[in-house]
């Protein structure tokens, strides 16, 4: 399965759509999602899926997964399917949020979370009324930051058909349901090394080259501005990503490291004995 999996790593961040290597060079810069020193060297190990130091052997996680989950050292567990302190859920948001900022940009109207498509039970991330100039219909969004390694990759050697599944799945839960209510369904998938879907990119090329058209550019102006935009939003997006991914290993394992500390300590007969006194 390791093999497997060391397989899936290398194409997502070696194929022709990658962009998972813009953090690298955006580290040491003021206002980008700065890492400590720390947090590079845990996204590096994620990165390259080598073993991250700094979580410990043979540990069980204290999630509420039944059966309990064996802890990968690898940090796939603590970015994935874990379910505590919302670690996955955090990095989700940020980059929900980051892309209602590119929508807003535009000068499009956005609702993060909507409720209206609730007694559906749907859920999307984004609605946005209108795009100006560029979509007639309102559009809801829905963010997806996948694994490399998931149950929906059949090829580990293909990470677009990996990114492809992920965006099927989402189609098939929201495309029919918001066409009904009059929206347009984009899904925006992620992988957690940065890697994305190719659409999404072409989706914030053409809103913005429809943006720098309406003020007035030619479209070389346009196209150069526009490629910029898209260029400094999806480096943004990538840092977000690792920052979130590199917060998440290292907090769940020092948690878990205080944890077992904590309980260590909770034994002690001196920590114990004021308690006893009490009870008396
Ligand atoms: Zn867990």
């Known amino acids: 399965m390791n093999q497997v999996q060391d397989l899936a790593f290398l194409p997502s961040i070696q194929n022709d759509v990658d962009v998972s290597h813009l953090w690298l060079n955006s580290n040491p810069q003021k206002y980008w999602e700065r890492c400590s020193v720390k947090e590079f060297t845990t996204n590096l190990h994620y990165r390259y899926h080598l073993d991250i130091p700094y ?57 993060t979370e909507p409720a209206q498509f609730l007694y559906q039970g749907l859920k999307p991330d984004i609605e946005t009324l209108v795009v100006p100039g560029c979509y007639d219909s309102p559009i809801t969004f829905d963010i997806r930051i996948t694994q490399p390694t998931t149950p929906l990759r059949k090829d580990p050697r293909n990470a677009l058909n990996h990114l492809r599944a992920n965006e099927r799945q989402k189609n098939d839960l929201y495309s029919h349901p918001m066409n009904e209510n009059g929206f347009m369904f984009i899904p925006i998938i992620f992988e957690s090394l940065g890697n994305m879907l190719p659409e999404v990119r072409s989706f914030m090329f053409k809103i913005y080259k429809n943006y720098y058209n309406d003020r007035g550019e030619s479209n070389e102006e346009s196209t150069m501005n526009a490629m910029r935009k898209v260029r400094f939003w999806l480096k943004k997006t990538v840092c977000a990503i690792n920052k979130q991914n590199s917060t998440g290993n290292l907090c769940r394992t020092q948690n878990l490291i205080n944890k077992k500390n904590f309980s260590r300590q909770s034994n002690n007969k001196f920590r114990d004995k004021p308690h006893m006194i009490c009870t008396i």
């Open 55 to 111: 979580i410990p052997n043979n540990s069980v996680c204290d999630c509420c997964r039944v059966p309990p989950i064996r802890i990968d050292r690898k940090g796939s567990h603590f970015l994935g399917n874990c379910n505590r302190e919302h670690m996955a859920g955090h990095r989700h948001n940020k980059i929900r949020d980051i892309f209602a900022q590119v929508l807003s940009d535009v000068g499009a109207q956005t609702i």
